[in-house]
């Protein structure tokens, strides 16, 4: 299979911590994706990162690339109660293709 | 602005009947996919339009499994004779610009999803 896959399934810590997120992945990609989902929602785009870079910064968000271990990871810093949902990475494959192919998931439970 | 609607939002049917999902996506948005999505799982791919054109149907279980985007907007998924094995959560997005390029991001905006439950 070429979807990603997330680690850990599951990971509950205390508001205030960082949470980390892994992702790996089987083929060469054009970009890798992360998604949130919170409880009974819709998913959310939260950022895009390329082949050719290898971090990538958006408000509390840090996502790294490293295409020759085929690996992502998403820390979420200083987390707050809102951040708990289930996050996804989603691998694009580019030329030629036209699907996001989306992990299981890491179900994220931040307690207040 | 309007983000993607999708109608049902809900939908109880019984095994057999047919059903229409709809999805409205964001205007002026180039590309439309259709996902399901189990329990637990993350979503997985179904079909995808450039405006009017489905270039890709090769996610579609079967041929009880069908979907257009006539006027390259709204669209719509019709899955025939369900079976309890349709039951999921059948998700709508679109994006910008047409996929299947080396240099597209690809950036997707989901709808709320229909919950389709058959009996």
């Known amino acids: 299979s070429q979807q990603g896959e997330e680690d850990p399934q599951a990971l509950s810590i205390q508001e205030g911590e960082n949470a980390t997120m892994n992702c790996s992945y089987k083929?060469?990609?054009?970009?890798l994706q992360w998604y949130r989902q919170n409880s009974g929602r819709g998913l959310v785009h939260l950022i895009l990162?390329?082949?050719?870079?290898r971090e990538k910064h958006s408000g509390r968000l840090r996502v790294t690339l490293d295409t020759s271990k085929k690996s992502s990871s998403l820390l979420i810093t200083a987390s707050r109660a809102a951040d708990t949902a289930s996050y996804f990475c989603?691998?694009?494959?580019?030329?030629?293709?036209?699907?996001?192919?989306f992990g299981k998931g890491t179900k994220l439970s931040v307690i207040p | 602005g309007a983000g993607v609607s999708q109608s049902p939002r809900y939908k109880v049917t019984k095994r057999g009947q047919d059903v229409a999902l709809r999805c409205d996506p964001i205007?002026?948005?180039?590309?439309l996919y259709w996902y399901r999505q189990a329990l637990g799982q993350g979503p997985e791919f179904l079909t995808y339009?450039?405006?009017?054109?489905?270039?890709?149907k090769s996610g579609l279980p079967n041929d009880r499994f069908s979907a257009e985007r006539p006027e390259g907007s709204i669209s719509t998924l019709t899955i025939q004779r369900t079976e309890q094995r349709d039951s999921a959560m059948y998700r709508c997005?679109?994006?910008?610009?047409?996929?299947?390029?080396?240099?597209?991001?690809?950036?997707?905006?989901f709808g709320p999803g229909t919950r389709l439950t058959v009996l």
């Open positions: 989603a691998i694009y494959l580019g030329a030629g293709s036209y699907q996001l192919t």
């Open positions: 990162i390329r082949s050719n870079e």
């Open positions: 339009f450039n405006y009017e054109a489905q270039q890709d």
């Open positions: 083929t060469s990609i054009n970009n």
């Open positions: 997005a679109s994006s910008p610009r047409a996929s299947g390029r080396s240099f597209d991001g690809n950036e997707q905006f």
């Open positions: 205007s002026g948005h180039v590309s």
